[in-house]
């Protein structure tokens, strides 16, 4: 079953270019101008604007169904917990450091 053209371009995002300059320009400006994901700031920007554009993404293809959407939704969310979860992984001992120093490194 085919969904209707019109139900779908009334429901979709991408229709109202306020929605598509908030939910997705705006994240990406931010993106380049916190610059590096390297800076303790710059991750925390990078993880807001790729939740925030995957999250709109993922919404808009359970409203309208496009396909970008179900493909890029998951790569935006994934891209912004990868900063956390690899954060998360040293922070716990992951992967183990090494001493160069110590006789067993040997």
């Not at 998951?74 to 912004?80: E, Q, S």
């Amino acid at each position: 079953m085919k969904p209707d053209a019109t139900t779908c371009e009334s429901r979709d995002i991408l229709s109202s270019r306020w929605r598509v300059f908030i939910l997705y320009w705006l994240p990406a400006i931010a993106i380049v101008v916190a610059g590096a994901p390297a800076i303790s700031n710059g991750a925390v920007v990078w993880t807001v604007a790729l939740a925030t554009m995957g999250t709109a993404c993922m919404v808009n293809a359970l409203r309208c169904g496009r396909v970008h959407c179900y493909l890029t939704g998951p790569f935006f969310l994934l891209m912004a917990w990868q900063r956390p979860l690899n954060h998360s992984f040293r922070f716990a001992g992951y992967p183990p450091t090494i001493d160069k120093h110590d006789a067993t490194y040997l």
